[in-house]
């Protein structure tokens, strides 16, 4: 949906809230997506809602492809099922008292709720495999809440949960959400900082994989061995490790490192002390196979602010822009306005989202800094300069070369970017 700039709620600000030693939060709070409400916790304004949902569905498109269903599990949680899993006392909680008594906590993952409730729908062999996933705040009692979008006390989370007859179909199910997991990296414009990366694994396996991007911000150290596209997170680095996955010392390189991402092989971890099996075709009684999948898309919306950015800004990769062009009128003739209002609908009509800085007030250079600072990939302005030479001039935000094109070429140029 298109949008003229004097109705977007926000404005630019100069300066980030004093507290916000975070480059993500600070830039997102002065380019108006996102709202400071104290360390941890973030509200998102209609920019960072645009850029949180297009992560989302990148993600949901991935999960929808691999058979997984979607949920919305309720975030406050009974004690039940976390106490035969040992969970209930972690100091990670939110909890809360009823004023009728007992206990509630705020979901902070949801493996023991989703295994639960899979005791309602699971009986048979005939019910397995099953898929199941969910998009959704999660709340942990962070430390330290620092690094801005990074680590929330409250967050968004992708949950996936899997379950399956044997060990076997795990596996396979694992491999392919491996597979999808970096496709979604690829997709966000993640891809080629986003590696796959051996670490700590539960009592069921012994290693697990997390997603490891590169980032001077990052709070994980990784040992990356570049050409074989793998990395050991330093937590697990042992000579034990390196043979296990053909990796040689000499190839590491030291990095820091944003985990985006991990994915886990349960077993039966949940499913035995909750009681969740099934009738295998003899007649038995077997635990249900499990398998956990996360994802951060406020995570992965602050990493990507980190990278994609520089002095003046933002530069957000096409396909989680808020918008993918932003037309600026510049100087108040009529002819000027009738030509961008001309151009805004003629994009707008073409499925162009576009956010038209229509405003009178602002100066060129302020429309201009707001554009680098808010950074959306396209910008084409119309001025009379630009309409002596024969239309609007479009530039990406990523480079410094502008060129002059008629409406119709200016629309086509951006169709053909985005593959529309
Ligand atoms: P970390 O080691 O960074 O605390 P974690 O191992 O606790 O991460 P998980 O419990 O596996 O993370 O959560 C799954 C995904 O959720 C992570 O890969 C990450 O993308 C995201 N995530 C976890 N904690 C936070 C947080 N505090 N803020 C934002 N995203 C988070
Ligand atoms: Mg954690």
Not at 371 to 386: E, H, W, Y
């Amino acid at each position: 949906m298109s949008m003229r700039q004097t109705h977007l709620l926000t404005k630019t600000r100069k300066d980030a809230p004093a507290d916000e030693v975070a480059k993500n939060a600070a830039l997102l709070i002065k380019a108006g997506f996102i709202h400071k409400e104290a360390a941890g916790i973030y509200s998102y304004l209609p920019l960072g809602e645009r850029v949180l949902t297009k992560i989302s569905n990148i993600i949901r498109n991935e999960m929808n492809a691999l058979g997984g269903q979607e949920v919305f599990l309720s975030a406050f949680q009974p004690a039940e099922a976390w106490q035969k899993t040992n969970r209930w006392d972690l100091p990670v909680w939110f909890k809360t008292k009823l004023v009728s008594g007992g206990e509630l906590g705020l979901g902070w993952t949801h493996e023991e709720a989703i295994t639960a409730i899979m005791k309602n729908h699971i009986a048979s062999y005939k019910d397995l495999p099953k898929a199941v996933y969910q998009i959704q705040t999660k709340f942990r009692n962070e430390e330290r809440a620092k690094s801005g979008l990074l680590r929330g006390r409250e967050f968004m989370m992708k949950d996936l949960y899997s379950f399956h007859a044997d060990t076997a179909d795990l596996e396979a199910f694992h491999e392919r959400c491996r597979d999808a997991y970096l496709s979604i990296f690829r997709q966000i414009g993640l891809g080629e900082h986003t590696y796959l990366t051996v670490a700590s694994g539960g009592h069921f396996s012994k290693y697990s994989f997390e997603f490891q991007t590169l980032s001077k911000s990052g709070e994980d150290t990784i040992y990356l061995a570049r050409q074989k596209k793998l990395a050991v997170n330093k937590e697990i680095l042992s000579d034990d490790v390196l043979a296990e996955y053909g990796l040689l010392k000499n190839e590491l390189e030291e990095q820091s490192a944003i985990e985006v991402g991990n994915i886990f092989k349960l077993g039966t971890r949940f499913s035995e002390p909750i009681g969740l099996s099934y009738k295998d075709e003899a007649g038995a009684l077997v635990p249900v196979v499990m398998g956990s999948y996360g994802i951060g898309p406020s995570r992965l919306f602050g990493t990507i602010a980190e990278i994609y950015s520089d002095n003046s800004g933002l530069k957000w990769p096409d396909a989680v822009a808020p918008f993918a062009a932003h037309l600026v009128a510049v100087g108040g003739t009529d002819e000027v306005r009738e030509e961008a209002d001309r151009l805004f609908d003629a994009l707008d009509r073409a499925g162009i989202e576009t956010l038209y800085d229509d405003r009178q007030t602002a100066q060129t250079g302020e429309k201009f800094a707001d554009a680098d600072l808010i950074g959306i990939p396209f910008r084409i302005v119309v001025s009379t300069k630009s309409l002596d030479s024969g239309g609007a001039e479009i530039k990406r935000r990523t480079e410094t070369e502008t060129r002059v094109a008629s409406s119709e070429e200016t629309v086509r140029h951006i169709l053909d970017a985005y593959h529309i």
